[in-house]
């Protein structure tokens, strides 16, 4: 992780921010990746959290999910034993998970935050009670695709004409995708107006995936100026990067200039004029031909 820069007490204008969990702890899931550590046992789980602890992860992240049925999730029991020997190391947890019964779970066996919200079905009033029991809870929706044909022309001129017209030709209407969105789409709804605080972050490769989200996120119930701070000051509370995540005093000068009031509306976000790290502005159109030079070869 990148020393502080004692000249403007941040990181210098060069380096990256680098937070981690390590490989995370998952039931056995033959045939999927084996990044994370497979747990069967409380001791294993221990183990496994004890030297991810002594890597200094930032958080530990446990899968509870049994991939459409196909696995064995981590059991109550697992993860539980995994999540107490995180907090006896003073590290904070973070959940992957799928049902409402597994999110009441790993709630009671103490989460700190959810990864994903509640996939199977509509959130009820015993587990936003849970939620609202946990003030310092924060909850990463990670929305999936809405299920309907989007205009994407506003990426034209970032990606060129060809990735254009494939990315644009795979936006399609899918009924199947919507009914999955509405209960995710509902249950942020709930959350939000309960007051539990949201946060964007991302869950893959996609790089422009946070600003179809940020649009999902305002179809969801949440207003252009709430989406604002999930993206900036909610995320850098769940990261715990204490100089970003808000325009202040002795934080670093992250910024994005806009043409237009993302609070009018939140996809003006996507009209950027000038972006600044580190208090220096990016050269974005040099970014653009070395991307664009690259792709070429």
Do not use: C
Request: hydrophobic fraction near 40%; aromatic fraction near 6%; charged fraction near 30%.
């Amino acid at each position: 992780m990148p020393e502080p820069d004692s000249r403007v007490g941040t990181i210098g204008s060069g380096s990256s921010r680098f937070r981690t969990a390590g490989r995370g702890l998952t039931g056995p899931e033959p045939g999927r990746t084996e990044a994370p550590y497979w747990v069967r046992t409380e001791a294993e789980a221990r183990k496994d959290v004890q030297e991810l602890a002594a890597k200094k992860v930032d958080l530990v992240k446990f899968w509870v999910d049994d991939r459409d049925h196909t696995v064995t999730k981590l059991s109550p029991a697992l993860y539980g034993a995994a999540i107490d020997e995180a907090h006896k190391h003073g590290l904070r947890t973070i959940a992957h998970i799928y049902t409402l019964e597994d999110a009441k779970g790993v709630l009671r066996a103490g989460i700190d935050y959810f990864a994903h919200s509640v996939r199977d079905r509509d959130i009820d009033d015993e587990f936003v009670s849970m939620m609202k029991a946990r003030p310092s809870m924060i909850v990463d929706p990670n929305l999936p695709d809405r299920g309907v044909r989007v205009d994407r022309s506003w990426l034209r001129e970032s990606v060129g004409p060809a990735a254009f017209e494939k990315l644009q030709a795979k936006s399609k209407d899918d009924p199947k995708a919507q009914q999955f969105f509405g209960i995710q789409s509902r249950n942020l709804a709930k959350l939000n107006a309960a007051g539990i605080k949201i946060a964007l972050g991302t869950d893959g490769p996609i790089p422009w995936a946070a600003h179809e989200e940020m649009a999902d996120m305002v179809a969801s119930g949440m207003t252009p100026a709430q989406v604002i701070v999930a993206a900036t000051r909610n995320a850098a509370e769940l990261l715990k990067v204490t100089d970003a995540g808000a325009v202040a005093a002795r934080k670093s000068a992250d910024f994005i200039v806009l043409d237009a009031n993302p609070l009018d509306d939140i996809t003006n976000t996507r009209r950027i004029a000038a972006v600044y790290l580190r208090g220096s502005q990016v050269d974005r159109a040099g970014l653009r031909a070395r991307w664009t030079s690259g792709k070429s070869q």
